[in-house]
């Protein structure tokens, strides 16, 4: 059964960093893209970043380039978003999923979600 657990949401300071985890089991990892999108209340959900296994290549949203940064490690099935700078803006539910193949930032191309991590950018 596949599995895709966040964590590493909280609240922060306008200015402040959190690393997003999300753990993922019962599918073979590297075959599958990655991405972390978001949803803040009523807005639609956003991609904010991709990353392929096969080459490696990544997507960032325009509102994110620069702050964040996406990574995995295989071995431990874990893909994270590394946030910097943060700002109120990005105050919202991220959720991360998991697609065969090349990554998308569409969120109706993803087969496996997770429950989502709250963050909170405020002071």
Known sequence: EVHLVESGGGLVQPGGSLRLSCAASGFTFDDYAIAWFRQAPGKEREGVSCLSS???SKYYADSVKGRFTISRDSAKMTVYLQMNSLKPEDTAVYYCAARRGFYSDVDH????????TQVTVSS
């Open 54 to 56: 096969s080459d490696g």
């Open 109 to 116: 191309r993803y087969d496996y979600w997770g429950q989502g």
